[in-house]
């Protein structure tokens, strides 16, 4: 009651808060802060960092996942669409762009001619992916 986020006074007091919160929830791992609320009653759902998704059994059996080729950067294992839906399917067609691999197409869209695009990729102002 009476908290004011613009208050310096009050955004200390949150930020003491959130440090102890940030202690006490690393002091006991995940499955055991799951187990304890759990065992309260309390609904509760660990949320899983990218990396953790792969091997999630949940995200496994929605087939989540997606295996694509990456420009650059070769084979890629990533999150796709989480919603399926039978008349407008959804899939991940294709990776993320390499940087500056839609840079002409982009500034072309803004109103940039050839000539300007071209000087902004020789000023070094944007990059052109090769």
Known sequence: P?????DPA???VSEEWKQK?????RSRTVADWVAAFDQAGVPVAAVNIPEEMADDPQVA???IMCDLDHAVTGPQRV???AAKMSRTPTVASRPSPALGQHT???????G?????VQHLIASGVVVEHQ
Do not use: T
């Open 21 to 25: 919160y940030r202690v006490l929830f």
């Open 2 to 6: 009476g908290y004011n986020a613009l």
């Open 61 to 63: 059996a929605d087939g």
């Open 112 to 116: 940039f001619d050839n000539e300007e």
């Open 10 to 12: 009050d955004q200390a």
């Open 79 to 81: 999150v796709g669409p």
């Open 104 to 110: 002409r197409e982009i500034l072309a869209e803004a």
